[in-house]
């Protein structure tokens, strides 16, 4: 590991918590392989989210950049219906110290998007950028009509600057992290029934989790 490690942006501040909207599933895979996964940026379904193939700028690692998307909003209809249609997602709380756990990152960014309306504008500001910004800014961009996910990503280069190794012809990478170090909180689907919620707790104390599962007040009268 060398000085670097995750630049976390300075619009994040120390104390904000962080969240990860997951499947089952996903939730899952992270807690028995112990491992998180950041997925080439390129192979995203939406084509708008790196469209810099344009611009010339030695810093640009377009094909290389892998990333994972977080959010700033713990409580979003939008994003519950969105990550959990089938009513049983789960979203995981961390704070952005919790990101230095994640094993074999030796250079990356924790940063907002760069939303934009005007796309050649955002491609203009992208290319006049220096810096760590200028490296992974490609990986940061997108539009305007998604601003209600309030959304952050951890990106990284595949690389051996960036990485312990690079990681040959993959659309993810998968990297070692403690999850009980990791996450600060487990949530549950506001919609999801009451026996749903009562196995993630069990599955939670199974695995040793000191943390309580609980479930999204988003719809509660006390909220209304």
């Known amino acids: 590991m060398n000085a670097y490690g995750i630049i976390v942006d300075k619009s994040i501040k120390k104390n904000i918590k962080i969240y990860r909207y997951m499947t ?9 392989k112990q491992e998180v996964y950041l ?22 690692y377009n094909n290389d950049l892998y990333g994972q998307c977080w959010s700033l909003e713990g409580t979003s209809d ?3 219906k969105i990550y959990s249609s089938n009513k049983e997602g789960i979203l995981i709380e961390t704070s952005p110290e919790k990101f230095k756990l994640i094993s074999d990152i030796k250079f990356g960014i924790l940063s ?4 934009y309306n005007n ?5 203009l500001e992208l290319k006049n950028r220096k810096g760590v910004k200028a490296m992974f800014g490609s990986g940061l961009l997108k539009r305007s009509a998604f601003k209600h996910e309030n959304e952050v990503r951890l990106i990284v280069i595949n690389n051996e600057k960036c ?3 690079k990681y040959e012809n993959c659309t993810h990478i998968n990297l070692k992290i403690d999850p009980f170090k990791f996450i ?6 506001p919609r999801a029934s009451d026996w749903y919620l009562e196995t993630i707790k069990l599955y939670c104390s199974r695995l040793g989790f000191n943390i309580i599962p609980i479930k999204s007040d988003l719809y509660s009268p006390d909220n209304l």
């Open 39 to 60: 997925t080439k940026i390129k192979s995203w379904e939406d084509k708008w989210e790196m469209p810099t193939d344009e611009i010339e700028n030695k810093y640009l």
């Open 119 to 123: 796309l050649q504008k955002a491609l």
């Open 78 to 80: 939008a994003l519950w």
């Open 163 to 165: 990485l312990d190794k």
């Open 112 to 115: 907002p998007v760069i939303y």
């Open 184 to 189: 600060e909180g487990i949530i549950v689907d």
């Open 24 to 32: 089952l599933g996903k939730f899952m895979c992270m807690m028995e």
